[in-house]
């Protein structure tokens, strides 16, 4: 029967020399899972249904690595129930009527229960997920997906609601570690003992691997082709774990959910005036393969949002990181980055404008197309002026202290309006007096005007 990913439920047992050490070391029960024991520590429910025999339908999120075509595996396994594997790279609804024809088979002929598992679910779209919705609904299929990107945004809110979505873990070090040295030993489907490793050089490996167990795996199988070819045969120093370990990036999708994490980590580090945490996200970054000219991008953003006229040095100083990023590029342009972003960091804090520009843009929505008053219109031809465009404008550089107080800028059928209230940090405090002195000032010019139209009637 066909299978563009595997339908064979025992995958993951001893398997040929051929097949790389991440497939052939699968965890084959529970017991050789490693990490996630928020969900398969003893007593979880998770667990409890997997012990029990009880699948259902779920989402399994989480990095690379972390385990979730092996639980899947597992749960078909334990379950007695038929393994039909497929992924949304290659697969289409053609591939999903297959299934379901083989799924309705194998109950028939046998009695047994078939696992439709989705791998990478988000690179469906919403007709391709309707297409094996009914059948996860009438139980045919008990459908387990996977996907390294948020649900929430990826899939059908009618798929969401008919599956329980897990989330797994990136596996610490000590998960890590515990893998490879099992590999090392196992004689069946491991490494058979024939390879040692320095202490040092399993530790570079995990670190390398960054909580991606197929990754330490196969950096482990590479180092140790690398030691038997080496003069100290089958033993794998700091070197060669150096050697396979270089150029290893850290995790970082530029289309994904660690991509917006961890820009919104940096963005929150800044606004909580912490240099040194925005330092770190901005090198783990950089450290990924973020384009750096991205980041400059939105450290102008952060500038305006949280800084604004508290220290308006900011905002030019992010412009000066981009133009040096773009000239120099790389370090150099790093570093002028890394400056900009301690800056922001210790600058004083305002987003007054972020909230007044807000504010403005509902009421430019809410109150449409008013007419501009005529004394703030220009005037350039005759005609115009004898329309009265700018009667009886007040020229501000003429008045006391280059303002004219009382006058309207407003639209003569709106409200005057208070958007911009500047915090009492860095150069918004005397930007508040000023505005607040005016503010005085107009109030008592509007109320002799008024007196004066009082008298005249």
Known sequence: MSDLFSNAAGEGDAGSAGQPLADRMRPATLDEFYGQEHLLGEGKPLRRAIEQGKAHSMVLWGPPGTGKTTLARLISRTT???????????????????????????????????VLFLDEVHRFNKSQQDAFLPFVEDGTLTFIG????????????????????YVLKSLDETA???????????????????????????????????????RALNLLEIAADLAMDSEDHGVIHIAHAEEVAQGSHRRFDKRGEYFYEQISALHKSIRGSDPDASLYWLMRMLDGGCDPLYVARRMIRVASEDIGNADPRALRLCLDAWDVLKRLGSPEGELALAQAVVFLACAAKSNAVYKAAGLAAKDARDFGSLEVPMHLRNAPTKLMEELGYGSDYRYAHDEDDG????????????PERTYYHPVARGLELKIGEKLAEIAKRNKSKKKQARDADDKQR
Do not use: W
């Open 80 to 114: 007695d129930a038929h393994f039909i594997g497929l992924s949304a790279v290659m697969a289409g609804v053609k591939d999903i009527r297959a299934s379901v024809a083989e799924a309705r088979q194998y109950k028939e002929m046998s009695g047994r229960s078939t």
């Open 146 to 165: 996977a996907t390294t990107e948020n649900p929430s945004f990826e899939l059908n809110n009618a798929l969401l609601s008919r599956a329980r979505v």
């Open 176 to 214: 890590l570690l515990e893998i490879v040295k099992q590999a090392l030993d196992d004689k069946d489907r491991g490494l058979g003992a024939a390879i040692t490793a320095d202490d040092d050089a399993l530790a570079l490996i995990v670190l390398a691997a960054d909580g991606d167990a197929r």
């Open 403 to 414: 303002v004219a107080y009382g006058e309207q800028y407003f639209p003569d059928d709106m």
